[in-house]
């Protein structure tokens, strides 16, 4: 099973893969991917330099292509699929229909992965891709459970990768517009989901309030973690009930079914966070190398190592953890 | 431009009963909407019509004049879904509306309708999807007039262009019942409760705005799009079908606003306010500006 982990710089990538993993995927610094954070991504220079970095560990460089161009900027894109093409990566990870049949046209020998993005959630929807554009392999949505990821992957003509660990986004994604709903700006069109020029935090009489664009998603009360202000993640009042109405700030950590994704066919484990520090990506690299290589050596016995455990814990929105939509009784 | 608009009534986004929808669409019979939307895109697990029970509805709208078309689930996870869309497709008698590439995959080259959630965003996915028998695209909620009207005309000479003008926005969609969440049960013992709530749940912000709407699976804006004061400009594209959410009975006011100013019988501006009362919801018109979908202008803001 392939670890897939983040890079935002240069400096993270080479982290990440002298701390065990196989692939690690990175986007450019514009808004082609999912992660257009400012400070963030890579330049033609410094992506070559993490092929050539990769490539001599015998590591592997997937390049993020995954928002949706429109009619007047349908260029950048293009350009970024060209850039991604004359560097020699392993596999460009797309959504968007029309930026795939151009990358199949222009790159025939570009590996595709379908990005999460595309929000293919069954083994019919992956077939429409493969079949169009010979995509190899499919990330899964978050909203699928155990039982259905099983079934994707004995179905899927093409490799599975699911989300192991990092920020869960609780709605299908490709088809979240609740970003841009408040803002104007969304994953799909912008590359970022609730961009930090929005977000406001004041304390008040009523407590630390965040904002997103003037709305308030929360407000925390002495003692209480505060998280960043998702939409997905704030309190709002339903019928006199203030609560997380969609989803606490909580992170995926889907570690204690590892031996069944693996017994699924899953073929690789993604981490989410190309926003993270190197030193975030250090320790989840760690724990999840040493999870999957426990896991693949005796998966009957696996049990998720608890000081690995309490290390993802840590890291993670706050401080919970949960298998997300894996869990049946979270759905 | 000479050919006006034809209207067409979205699906039903709710959990409302048979008799609701059956009154529903006695209206929708003899109202000024040419195309009908039928069926569940939010949650399979609504069944107040069988397959067989939408088959006949369907029939008898079409018997009425109106041209018929099944739409499919937007978020496809179970087997069963699967299932039940496959049937559909095989229907024989209405074309379906695609919210999910599964169900184009599944069309194997018959024409069809695609939904917002098949993110059409620029000229090349248009192309791609036409060569597969789309026939009219509905744009990605999000997208603005400019690079709206900018695809529409590059469109392929088979394809149509639906706009939606009225009705709440689909923001969203979740595995997780947002609504059987409020209630704290598990999603395979909802015991159905967002029957109980047939305009959806209104979630507050702590400051009282009416923010979000919870319907199940699905998140909907708490504001209504209006593009009524926009229609005149709308019309002068040559967009061919516009479209009104099958959200609320008032839909059919809506319709006769929205006609009156197509045939030049009243002001966009007038009407534009008047659809502002047809309901208790905020309007806005955000994302047809490119601003944010929430954010309201013109008329809609005095």
Same mark, same amino acid.
């Given at each position: 099973?392939?670890?897939?982990?983040?890079?935002?710089?240069?400096?993270?990538?080479?982290?990440?893969?002298?701390?065990?993993?196989?692939?690690?995927?990175?986007?450019?610094?514009?808004?082609?991917?999912?992660?257009?954070?400012?400070?963030?991504?890579?330049?033609?220079?410094?992506?070559?330099?993490?092929?050539?970095?990769?490539?001599?560990?015998?590591?592997?460089?997937?390049?993020?292509?995954?928002?949706?161009?429109?009619?007047?900027?349908?260029?950048?894109?293009?350009?970024?699929?060209?850039?991604?093409?004359?560097?020699?990566?392993?596999?460009?990870?797309?959504?968007?229909?029309?930026?795939?049949?151009?990358?199949?046209?222009?790159?025939?020998?570009?590996?595709?992965?379908?990005?999460?993005?595309?929000?293919?959630?069954?083994?019919?929807?992956?077939?429409?891709?493969?079949?169009?554009?010979?995509?190899?392999?499919?990330?899964?949505?978050?909203?699928?459970?155990?039982?259905?990821?099983?079934?994707?992957?004995?179905?899927?003509?093409?490799?599975?990768?699911?989300?192991?660990?990092?920020?869960?986004?609780?709605?299908?994604?490709?088809?979240?517009?609740?970003?841009?709903?408040?803002?104007?700006?969304?994953?799909?069109?912008?590359?970022?989901?609730?961009?930090?020029?929005?977000?406001?935090?004041?304390?008040?009489?009523?407590?630390?309030?965040?904002?997103?664009?003037?709305?308030?998603?929360?407000?925390?009360?002495?003692?209480?973690?505060?998280?960043?202000?998702?939409?997905?993640?704030?309190?709002?009042?339903?019928?006199?009930?203030?609560?997380?109405?969609?989803?606490?700030?909580?992170?995926?950590?889907?570690?204690?079914?590892?031996?069944?994704?693996?017994?699924?066919?899953?073929?690789?484990?993604?981490?989410?966070?190309?926003?993270?520090?190197?030193?975030?990506?250090?320790?989840?690299?760690?724990?999840?190398?040493?999870?999957?290589?426990?896991?693949?050596?005796?998966?009957?016995?696996?049990?998720?190592?608890?000081?690995?455990?309490?290390?993802?814990?840590?890291?993670?929105?706050?401080?919970?953890?949960?298998?997300?939509?894996?869990?049946?009784?979270?759905? | 431009?000479?050919?006006?608009?034809?209207?067409?009534?979205?699906?039903?986004?709710?959990?409302?009963?048979?008799?609701?929808?059956?009154?529903?669409?006695?209206?929708?019979?003899?109202?000024?909407?040419?195309?009908?939307?039928?069926?569940?895109?939010?949650?399979?697990?609504?069944?107040?019509?069988?397959?067989?029970?939408?088959?006949?509805?369907?029939?008898?709208?079409?018997?009425?004049?109106?041209?018929?078309?099944?739409?499919?689930?937007?978020?496809?996870?179970?087997?069963?879904?699967?299932?039940?869309?496959?049937?559909?497709?095989?229907?024989?008698?209405?074309?379906?509306?695609?919210?999910?590439?599964?169900?184009?995959?599944?069309?194997?080259?018959?024409?069809?309708?695609?939904?917002?959630?098949?993110?059409?965003?620029?000229?090349?996915?248009?192309?791609?999807?036409?060569?597969?028998?789309?026939?009219?695209?509905?744009?990605?909620?999000?997208?603005?007039?400019?690079?709206?009207?900018?695809?529409?005309?590059?469109?392929?000479?088979?394809?149509?262009?639906?706009?939606?003008?009225?009705?709440?926005?689909? +923001?969203?969609? =979740?595995?997780?019942?947002?609504? *059987?969440? /409020? #209630?704290?049960?598990?999603? %395979?013992?909802? &015991? !159905?409760?967002?029957?109980?709530?047939?305009?959806?749940?209104?979630?507050?912000?702590?400051?009282?705005?009416?923010?979000?709407?919870?319907?199940?699976?699905?998140?909907?804006?708490?504001?209504?799009?209006?593009?009524?004061?926009?229609?005149?400009?709308?019309?002068?594209?040559?967009?061919?079908?516009?479209?009104?959410?099958?959200?609320?009975?008032?839909?059919?006011?809506?319709?006769?606003?929205?006609?009156?100013?197509?045939?030049?019988? +009243?002001?966009? =501006?007038?009407?534009?306010?008047? *659809?502002? /009362? #047809?309901?208790?919801?905020? %309007?806005?018109? &955000? !994302?047809?500006?490119?601003?944010?979908?929430?954010?309201?202008?013109?008329?809609?803001?005095?």
């Amino acid at each position: 099973m392939e670890l897939v982990c983040p890079a935002g710089n240069l400096q993270g990538l080479k982290i990440a893969i002298e701390n065990g993993a196989d692939s690690v995927y990175l986007g450019f610094r514009d808004p082609t991917n999912a992660r257009h954070f400012s400070g963030l991504n890579f330049s033609v220079e410094s992506a070559r330099n993490a092929v050539d970095f990769a490539h001599s560990h015998s590591k592997k460089v997937f390049v993020a292509l995954n928002t949706f161009p429109q009619a007047h900027n349908w260029g950048t894109w293009r350009d970024a699929v060209d850039r991604a093409g004359e560097l020699q990566i392993d596999a460009l990870i797309v959504a968007d229909t029309g930026i795939m049949d151009y990358a199949c046209e222009r790159w025939p020998e570009l590996r595709l992965h379908l990005s999460v993005q595309a929000s293919a959630t069954s083994a019919e929807a992956i077939r429409f891709y493969h079949e169009r554009f010979d995509i190899q392999r499919a990330v899964l949505p978050r909203v699928l459970s155990l039982t259905q990821v099983r079934r994707v992957c004995v179905d899927s003509p093409v490799d599975t990768e699911v989300f192991g660990f990092g920020s869960l986004c609780v709605m299908a994604e490709g088809r979240c517009l609740l970003s841009s709903y408040v803002t104007g700006k969304s994953p799909n069109n912008f590359g970022a989901c609730s961009p930090g020029e929005f977000v406001r935090w004041a304390e008040t009489g009523r407590g630390l309030e965040s904002r997103l664009n003037g709305v308030l998603v929360d407000c925390y009360g002495a003692g209480e973690c505060s998280g960043y202000p998702t939409v997905c993640k704030g309190r709002y009042r339903v019928e006199g009930v203030t609560d997380y109405t969609m989803e606490k700030p909580v992170s995926l950590n889907s570690l204690p079914i590892l031996p069944s994704l693996l017994q699924a066919g899953v073929s690789a484990i993604k981490v989410e966070g190309r926003q993270r520090s190197p030193a975030y990506v250090r320790r989840v690299t760690r724990v999840l190398r040493a999870a999957i290589d426990s896991c693949t050596r005796d998966p009957e016995n696996f049990v998720p190592a608890p000081d690995g455990m309490a290390e993802l814990a840590a890291l993670s929105e706050g401080s919970q953890t949960t298998l997300g939509a894996f869990s049946r009784y979270w759905q | 431009m000479s050919v006006s608009p034809r209207l067409s009534l979205g699906p039903v986004p709710y959990f409302w009963g048979e008799q609701q929808l059956l009154d529903f669409y006695d209206s929708a019979a003899n109202s000024s909407f040419e195309i009908i939307y039928l069926g569940e895109m939010v949650c399979a697990k609504r069944r107040s019509f069988s397959f067989q029970g939408w088959l006949e509805l369907g029939r008898d709208l079409a018997s009425a004049g109106k041209t018929v078309i099944f739409s499919t689930l937007a978020l496809l996870e179970a087997g069963s879904e699967l299932g039940f869309l496959k049937r559909l497709i095989a229907n024989g008698e209405f074309m379906i509306e695609a919210n999910d590439v599964a169900a184009i995959q599944l069309t194997q080259g018959h024409p069809f309708v695609g939904g917002s959630t098949l993110n059409i965003y620029n000229p090349r996915t248009l192309e791609v999807l036409a060569a597969q028998g789309l026939i009219r695209w509905i744009p990605p909620t999000e997208l603005a007039s400019g690079p709206l009207e900018a695809l529409h005309q590059v469109r392929p000479a088979t394809v149509q262009t639906e706009l939606p003008v009225w009705g709440r926005m689909p +923001l969203a969609w =979740s595995a997780r019942c947002y609504t *059987a969440r /409020h #209630l704290n049960r598990a999603k %395979d013992q909802c &015991g !159905f409760c967002c029957s109980e709530y047939p305009e959806g749940l209104l979630a507050h912000t702590q400051e009282d705005q009416r923010f979000l709407v919870l319907n199940g699976t699905q998140v909907t804006s708490a504001t209504r799009w209006n593009l009524v004061e926009h229609l005149p400009q709308i019309q002068a594209t040559g967009i061919e079908v516009l479209r009104l959410a099958g959200d609320h009975p008032a839909v059919f006011e809506a319709g006769k606003l929205v006609r009156a100013v197509l045939d030049k019988q +009243l002001d966009a =501006s007038t009407a534009a306010q008047q *659809a502002t /009362h #047809l309901t208790s919801d905020d %309007d806005s018109d &955000g !994302f047809w500006l490119g601003q944010p979908g929430m954010m309201a202008a013109g008329i809609l803001r005095d």
